[in-house]
């Protein structure tokens, strides 16, 4: 069974730092990896996805994933944050073979001004 | 684009009611759809998988009798929430595919969610 893990509940980071949101994944066979995130009482919104090819993903919103197969990561990134990126962050899994996608327990993005 | 929506938003009922929640895949056919449910400050849980035309997969300890998935066509997938309880209280947000099954590109466009109270 596949799993994911996102070992910080919060990060804080200051407007114009960099951040980064921590994942961690084990699933069987290549992974398919993805990063969504959440604005409060809607649902989630794709932000990139790894399949294959170059380890650094580049997605929406100037975010970036790199994976990293030898650590089993794949932790979201972004040169400059912004206050309009405060909200829930979600790092998924799914296998080669299925559908399912298993979801970290999210971390909360706190950008301050 | 692809776009998934939900209805109603919002729904407040009684214990006792049932209440149906409806997933649309606006601008493509959905080969599946997913269910997920979602506690406050808390990651999505799978509930079930639906594909049109078929009976819905439902993960474990998820009471398929409780929470009714009809896949009636490739556009729309019900959940309704039988004889709701206050415990049943969730966000419940639903998922479309368009893929083909075991796509290397597939993905799951999510809905907005909708956030239903029993009182």
């Known amino acids: 069974a596949q799993s994911v893990a996102q070992p910080e509940d919060q990060v804080n980071v200051a407007e114009g730092n960099p951040l980064t949101v921590k994942c961690t994944y084990s699933?069987?066979?290549?992974?398919?990896l993805f990063w969504y995130v959440q604005y409060p009482n809607r649902g989630l919104q794709f932000l990139l996805k790894?399949?294959?090819?170059?380890?650094l993903v580049k997605g929406s919103y100037g975010f970036e994933a790199e994976f990293n197969k030898s650590q089993t990561s794949f932790h979201l990134k972004k040169p400059s944050a912004l206050v309009s990126d405060s909200a829930l962050y979600f790092c998924?899994?799914?296998?080669?073979?299925?559908?399912?996608?298993?979801f970290g327990s999210g971390t909360r993005l706190q950008v301050q001004p | 684009g692809a776009v998934v929506s939900q209805h109603p938003s919002w729904v407040i009922c009684k214990s006792g009611t049932s209440v149906k929640i409806e997933c649309r895949s606006l601008?493509?056919?959905?080969?599946?759809m997913f269910w997920y449910r979602q506690f406050p400050k808390q990651s999505l849980m799978l509930m079930a998988t639906?594909?049109?035309?078929?009976?819905?997969?439902?993960e474990q300890g998820v009471e398929k009798d409780k929470f009714l998935i009809n896949h009636a066509s490739l556009t729309l997938s019900t959940l309704t929430v039988t004889s709701a309880h206050p415990e049943d209280s969730s966000f419940y947000i639903c998922?479309?595919?368009?893929?083909?099954?075991?796509?290397?590109?597939?993905?799951?466009?999510f809905g907005p969610g909708t956030r239903l109270t029993v009182t």
């Open positions: 639906s594909n049109e035309g078929s009976k819905a997969t439902y």
């Open positions: 790894y399949i294959t090819g170059d380890n």
């Open positions: 998924a899994v799914r296998p080669t073979f299925g559908r399912a996608l298993t």
């Open positions: 601008d493509f056919q959905a080969t599946t």
């Open positions: 699933v069987s066979g290549n992974p398919y």
């Open positions: 998922s479309a595919s368009k893929g083909t099954r075991d796509s290397a590109t597939y993905e799951q466009y």
